[in-house]
């Protein structure tokens, strides 16, 4: 809802104090007097528009119908395992109602100075829910104090974005919680009707200080060059993230393409690189050390990103539209830009598996006290979304992703490769109203064989078939 919506009453109320003016035709003056309402009216509507930020609020309300074949997820799968056979939750299905992944945002823009600028504030209802073990993340086992009720009706309100950002000459700057530079998100996001992201995507939203600037032709090829920093992946760290990107944009070459949850638009041919540097801070007290003090590992990884219009569209035309994304990256200790996933909780905290007291998540460090090394990461995905004629409305996406660790087998991981497989068709009926319907395969390969010696299985499979709704506003 606009401010222009505010200044349209108000106008309505003065031109109604105007009436008088246009009560007699026949008056000569009729013409004179009418002019005079309107230039009064054109000069209030101005001062109004003059006072503050136009402000626009925007948003979705979601419906999910999830039926699992195991009780592996709630909505989200992120990088979390598939339970295996043997378990109750690995060897029963589940359904899920949902409406946690309805979103609002709020939206303010300006003009300061010669920057173009805008304040965004987005939140949603999956809030995190660490008393409840229907939550993806959940200690293995433990006993939910929230109820399976209250989990999905009265649901959490969690911060999406939170953000400053000031446009000028090319020039970007951008203070906030945004998405990571690192894979350049959100543009190459498996579009899953589940809720993003799935197995082997580069997914997280981070406080940060961005600079970017764009060189070269909006409507034609442009370079951009991009810095941040951002949150140290642990707060002991007094060093921040620092990630850096380069990407490459074709704007006169476009397909549409669109995640299930936002509108179809006309992206550009682009390539991106990225890459990222952490610093890991531990407190090793407890190791084979001679003093209690904290010690430090570098992190650090890369990320190439490709969105490639196989079968271009244009602007204002009916026309058909293809689109191919992919993602690779290689790091180490980068398990937070797997949305918290990246084998987090298939690896148990430095604590526990060095006898140290630490402050660092599960998933980044391994091994033992003699031999601590950061987890190696490496991912994989593609995917291929088809527009039929914007007329139609339908969409159609196949999409494959993967992750996998080289060295987690070796310093205690009990799992160390995800892959998913999905295939999905959504119907847009009008600008505002989607509703999709997916089958996605998780198949997770454990380290260590399980189902007792007559089965001996080494992957655990969930198969999901979601059916969505979405309206937007």
């Avoid at 944009?249 to 990222?276: H, Q, V």
């Avoid at 991912?379 to 660790?405: K, M």
Wanted: proline share 4%.
């Amino acid at each position: 809802m606009k401010r222009s919506l505010m200044s349209l009453l108000l106008a309505l109320a003065l031109v109604s104090l105007y009436m008088p003016a246009f009560a007699d035709d026949s008056s000569s003056d009729s013409m004179e007097d009418m002019n005079l309402a309107i230039g009064a009216l054109t000069a209030k509507v101005d001062a109004l528009a003059k006072k503050g930020p136009s402000v626009e609020i925007h948003g979705f309300v979601q419906a999910d119908m999830i039926n699992d074949s195991t009780q592996s997820f709630n909505e989200t799968v992120g990088d979390a395992a598939v339970k295996q056979n043997g378990t109750v939750a690995g060897d029963n299905g589940w359904t899920q109602f949902s409406e946690r992944n309805s979103r609002f945002d709020f939206l303010a823009k300006d003009s300061v100075g010669g920057w173009d600028t805008k304040g965004y504030l987005e939140l949603d209802l999956l809030g995190y829910d660490p008393t409840s073990s229907y939550a993806t993340g959940a200690p293995a086992g433990a006993a939910p104090t929230n109820s399976e009720y209250k989990f999905y009706t009265q649901p959490t309100v969690r911060l999406r974005h939170a953000y400053l950002q000031a446009d000028s000459d090319g020039w970007t700057i951008l203070a906030g919680q945004w998405w990571s530079l690192f894979g350049w998100n959100m543009d190459y996001v498996l579009a899953t009707v589940a809720e993003a992201p799935v197995m082997a995507t580069l997914y997280q939203r981070t406080p940060q200080l961005r600079v970017m600037k764009t060189f070269g032709d909006a409507k034609g090829m442009q370079l951009q060059l991009a810095a941040d920093l951002e949150k140290p992946d642990e707060v002991s760290s007094q060093v921040p993230n620092i990630n850096f990107g380069i990407r490459f944009l074709m704007n006169d070459w476009e397909g549409r393409f669109c995640s299930s949850t936002g509108a179809a638009k006309l992206m550009p041919f682009s390539i991106g690189l990225s890459e990222r540097n952490s610093t890991i801070t531990y407190d090793n007290q407890g190791l084979a050390t001679a003093f209690n003090q904290n010690a430090t590992m570098t992190g650090s990884g890369v990320a190439a990103d490709i969105l490639l219009p196989v079968l271009p569209a244009s602007d204002g035309k009916d026309d058909p539209s293809i689109v191919l994304t992919a993602e690779w990256t290689a790091g180490a200790g980068d398990v937070d830009q797997f949305n918290g996933g990246g084998f987090n909780g298939g690896l148990a905290s430095i604590s526990s598996a060095a006898g140290a007291g630490a402050n660092i998540d599960a998933g980044i460090l391994g091994g033992t006290a003699a031999n601590l090394q950061l987890v190696q990461i490496q991912s994989i995905n593609a995917q291929l979304q088809a527009f039929l004629p914007p007329s139609i409305g339908t969409i159609f996406t196949l999409g494959y992703g993967e992750i996998f660790s080289p060295n987690i087998a070796g310093i205690g991981g009990t799992w160390n490769d995800d892959k998913c497989m999905f295939v999905n068709v959504m119907q847009d009926f009008t600008k505002e109203i989607r509703a999709g319907l997916e089958f996605a395969t998780f198949d997770t390969h454990y380290t260590t064989a399980f189902g007792g010696a007559a089965n001996n299985f080494t992957d655990a499979i969930d198969n999901r078939v979601q059916l969505s709704t979405w309206y937007r506003f």
